[in-house]
C-alpha cells in the first residue's frame, strides 16, 4: 500500500511540474525579475559619475539598453525554429555576462571601457530580457488563445513589479550599495530562467469554464504583491530601515511571490484527478496537448498554426483577412503594422524617455535622493498595475462589450500627455503624480499592443511579430530621449556654467538644476505623443468592423473539436505519436 501511495505521489509531482498551470506560475517568476531595464535610474547616476560621462553620454547608453530590450527580432526568429529551453538558456546566458561587465566596470575591477564598450554591455544584459519575454510570454499566450488578454497583462504585470522586487531584494542583500544592484541584477534573473528551464513550453488544452476564474485569482494574488510593496514604499519613504528590517521585507515579497503555488497545486489536482477518473471511463476530463517544436511544425501543426507551400514573397502584398495567420513580411508590409509601429514611436518613446531621465529630472528640480528612489519604486508599481488593468479590462471589454484594444490603447497614449506637460513645468510635489500616470500608461500600452498583434496578424509567427511590434521603443526612445532630451540637457548645463563664468572640467558630470533643464523637452515630447495618439485613432476606425466580430471564433471551432481527440491509454485505431499526447 504504501509503495502504491509513492507511486501516486511521484506520480503527482511529475504531472504537477510538467502541468501547464505550474508553467504558467514558473513564467510569472521569470517575468518578475526580468525587468532590469526599467531600473536604469536607480543606478544610473553609479555609472555617470563613475565612468564620468555628461547627459548625452549617458542618453545614449540607456538607448542602446532599450535597444537590447525591445530589439527581440533574433529571440523571435530563434524561437521559430528551436524549442523555448533555448530561448530561455541563452537569455540567462546573457543576462549574466552583460551585467557582470558592467559590474566589474563600475566598480573598477577592470579597466575603464570605452564608451561603444559599454553601450554593447548595456546591449548584451538588456537583450536578454527580450529572449525571457519571448520564451516564456509567447508560449503561455499560444497555450491559452482564448485568454491571451489575461495572459499578456498579468505576465506582463510581473514584469513591470520587477522594479519594486529587486529594490526589496537588494537592500536585503546589499543594504544600500547601489553597484551591487547591478551584481544582483545580473545573476538572479539568469539562475531562475535555468531553473525552470524544462518547464516552458507551448501547450494545447480542452476548453475548461472556469479557465478565466483561475486567472483572476493569479491577479488578485500578483494585486496582493503590488498593495505590500506598496505600503513599504510608503514607510521606508517616511522611516529609515535597518538591515534587518530590509532582510524581513525581502523574505517577505520572496513567499508573496511563490503564493500562487497553492492555487496551482490545487487546478493541477484537479486535473490528474480527472485523469486518472479517464481509465476507469470517464470521458469528460480535460486533454493536454503538447504542441509540436519548430522542427515538426509542417507535419503536427493544429490548424491555426499550419504553413503553406506558396513562397512568401510571392504573397507579401496579398495579405489574409485580419485575425488569420499573416506571414513575417506580410505582416511588416501591412498598413495596420505601420500605424501600430507609429504610435508605439511615439507613444512608448515618450514615457520611456521619462522613465530614463526620472532620476535626472529628481535632482535637476531639487527633490532629495531618498525621493528618487520612491520615483522608480513607485513607477513599477503603477507600470504593474496599467499592465495588469489593461491585459484584464481590455479583455473583459472586449469580450462583454466588443470595446475593441486599439481605442483603449488611444486612450492610454492620450492620458500619457498629462503626466508629460507636469514634467515640462515642472509644478512643485507634481513629479510624484507624473512618474504614477506615466509608470501606468507605460505599463498599459504593452499589453494592449502586444495583444492587438496576436489578433490581427494571428498566433502563427506571434513569436516574431510579437518582438516586431517592440522595437518602435528603442526608435522612439533614440529620436526623443538621446536626440532631443540629452541635447537640450547638455545645453542647458553649458548655459548655466556660463552664467557662472566656469567651464566644464574634463571627467566631470555635466549637471543642470531648475525647470528649464527639461522644459522645451518634454513639450517636444507632448507634441510628439499626440502625434501617436492620432495614428493610434486611425487604427481604430480601419479595425472597428473586425472588432465588432467574433475574434475567437476560430480557436473556439478548433478547441471544440480537440475535445473529440482520443485520450491516452484509450482504446483507439490511431495509435499516433504517444509521447506528444499526454492526458493531465
Not at 493541477?268 to 486533454?287: C, I, P, V, Y
Not at 490581427?456 to 511590434?469: D, E, P, V
Not at 473539436?561 to 484509450?570: D, R, Y
Request: glycine share 8%; aromatic share 14%.
Amino acid at each position: 500500500m504504501a509503495v502504491e501511495e509513492l507511486t501516486k505521489t511521484k506520480a503527482f509531482i511529475h504531472h504537477l511540474i510538467t502541468g501547464r498551470w505550474f508553467m504558467i506560475f514558473a513564467s510569472c517568476l521569470i517575468m518578475a525579475v526580468s525587468g532590469a531595464t526599467y531600473m536604469f535610474g536607480l543606478y544610473s547616476n553609479e555609472v555617470k559619475a563613475s565612468m564620468g560621462y555628461d547627459q548625452s553620454t549617458l542618453n545614449l547608453i540607456s538607448f542602446f539598453k532599450d535597444l537590447g530590450a525591445n530589439l527581440g527580432i533574433f529571440s523571435g526568429l530563434i524561437n521559430e525554429v528551436s524549442p523555448p529551453w533555448v530561448i530561455l538558456a541563452m537569455g540567462a546566458t546573457m543576462n549574466f555576462v552583460g551585467y557582470f561587465m558592467i559590474w566589474l566596470s563600475v566598480t573598477s575591477r577592470i579597466a575603464k571601457p570605452q564608451v561603444w564598450q559599454m553601450c554593447l554591455y548595456f546591449y548584451i544584459g538588456a537583450n536578454s530580457q527580450s529572449f525571457a519575454n519571448t520564451g516564456a510570454l509567447v508560449n503561455c499566450v499560444k497555450s491559452f488563445p482564448r485568454s491571451r488578454g489575461s495572459v499578456i497583462g498579468l505576465l506582463k504585470g510581473y514584469v513591470g513589479l520587477s522594479g519594486a522586487i529587486f529594490t526589496q531584494l537588494y537592500h536585503a542583500f546589499y543594504g544600500d550599495n547601489s553597484k551591487a544592484l547591478i551584481f544582483l541584477i545580473g545573476w538572479l534573473p539568469a539562475a531562475i530562467s535555468f531553473i525552470f528551464l524544462p518547464t516552458v513550453r507551448a501547450l494545447c488544452i480542452t476548453p475548461q469554464p472556469k479557465e478565466i476564474k483561475v486567472f483572476y485569482q493569479l491577479l488578485y494574488i500578483s494585486l496582493g504583491v503590488a498593495g505590500f510593496l506598496m505600503v513599504l514604499i510608503v514607510i521606508q519613504n517616511k522611516l529609515n530601515f535597518t538591515r534587518v528590517e530590509y532582510i524581513v521585507d525581502g523574505t517577505m515579497v520572496l513567499l508573496l511571490l511563490i503564493l500562487p503555488l497553492g492555487i496551482v497545486f490545487k487546478e493541477e489536482f484537479k486535473l490528474w484527478k480527472n485523469q486518472n477518473q479517464t481509465f476507469t471511463g470517464r470521458a469528460d476530463a480535460a486533454t493536454v496537448i503538447e504542441l509540436p517544436q519548430p522542427e515538426e511544425a509542417h507535419s503536427a501543426a493544429p490548424s491555426h498554426l499550419e504553413g503553406t507551400n506558396t513562397s512568401c514573397l510571392k504573397t507579401v502584398f496579398k495579405s489574409p483577412k485580419r485575425g488569420e495567420d499573416y506571414t513575417i513580411f506580410q505582416a511588416l508590409f501591412s498598413i495596420d503594422m505601420l500605424i501600430l509601429f507609429t504610435a508605439s514611436v511615439f507613444g512608448v518613446g515618450g514615457t520611456l524617455t521619462a522613465l530614463d531621465n526620472l532620476g535626472q529630472i529628481g535632482h535637476s528640480l531639487g527633490y532629495p535622493k531618498k525621493s528618487l528612489t520612491t520615483f522608480v519604486s513607485l513607477v513599477s508599481i503603477w507600470n504593474y498595475l496599467g499592465r495588469a488593468s489593461a491585459g484584464f479590462a481590455s479583455e473583459y471589454l472586449l469580450t462583454k462589450y466588443k470595446f475593441p484594444r486599439p481605442l483603449m490603447l488611444t486612450l492610454v497614449i492620450l492620458l500619457s500627455c498629462v503626466g508629460h506637460i507636469l514634467i515640462a513645468f515642472g509644478i512643485p510635489n507634481s513629479l510624484y503624480f507624473s512618474s504614477v500616470i506615466i509608470g501606468f500608461c507605460f505599463g498599459a500600452i504593452w499589453p494592449l499592443m502586444f495583444a492587438i498583434i496576436s489578433e490581427i496578424f494571428g498566433l502563427k509567427y506571434y513569436s516574431t511579430l510579437y518582438n516586431l511590434g517592440a522595437v518602435a521603443s528603442p526608435v522612439g526612445s533614440y529620436i526623443l530621449n538621446v536626440r532631443i532630451t540629452g541635447y537640450l540637457y547638455d545645453k542647458e548645463a553649458l548655459k548655466q556654467l556660463g552664467m557662472k563664468g566656469l567651464t566644464r572640467q574634463n571627467g566631470k558630470d555635466l549637471t543642470c538644476l531648475g525647470v528649464q533643464c527639461y522644459k522645451m523637452a518634454f513639450i517636444i515630447i507632448t507634441a510628439s505623443t499626440l502625434v501617436g495618439c492620432f495614428a493610434s485613432f486611425i487604427l481604430v476606425l480601419r479595425t472597428r468592423n473586425f472588432y465588432k466580430g467574433d475574434i475567437y471564433d476560430k480557436f473556439r471551432v478548433e478547441l471544440d473539436t480537440a475535445e473529440n481527440l482520443p485520450t491516452f491509454g484509450t482504446t483507439t485505431n490511431n495509435a499516433e505519436e504517444p509521447d506528444k499526447i499526454n492526458t493531465k
